[in-house]
Nanobody, 115 residues
Framework: VQLVESGGSLVQPGGSLRLSCAAS????????MSWYRQVPGKERELVAA????????NYADSVKGRFTISRSNAKNTVFLQMNGLSSEDTAVYYC?????????WGQGTQVTVAS
């Protein structure tokens, strides 16, 4: 299993970013996918999750209405569209899949929101 995140960068408050996570090594369309984020000194927190077919999504209260998770099963990729970013969204963002009771993570992509 390999998960490779991309798209993180420095962005001004109020700006937008789109993160991508390219998956390989498993049948992507058979698994729900999630995005987490982590700030130094804090636990990793769930940001958003999407079902296998993309018909069901869930969000942390802190990002509802601002972030959108989506997926392309044809491209084995999951996305996180982030709008209305604030400094509180600064974190390393990780892609996650739970497969056969094992949780797999990508290397993370840094999102920094600052002026």
């Amino acid at each position: 299993v390999q998960l490779v995140e991309s798209g993180g960068s420095l962005v001004q408050p109020g700006g937008s970013l789109r993160l991508s996570c390219a998956a390989s090594g498993f049948t992507f369309s058979n698994y729900a996918m999630s995005w987490y984020r982590q700030v130094p000194g804090k636990e990793r927190e769930l940001v958003a999750a999407i079902s296998r077919a993309g018909s069901t999504t869930n969000y942390a209260d802190s990002v509802k209405g601002r972030f959108t998770i989506s997926r392309s099963n044809a491209k084995n990729t999951v996305f996180l569209q982030m709008n209305g970013l604030s400094s509180e969204d600064t974190a390393v963002y990780y892609c996650n899949v739970r497969r056969q009771s094992i949780s797999y993570w990508g290397q993370g992509t840094q999102v920094t929101v600052a002026s």
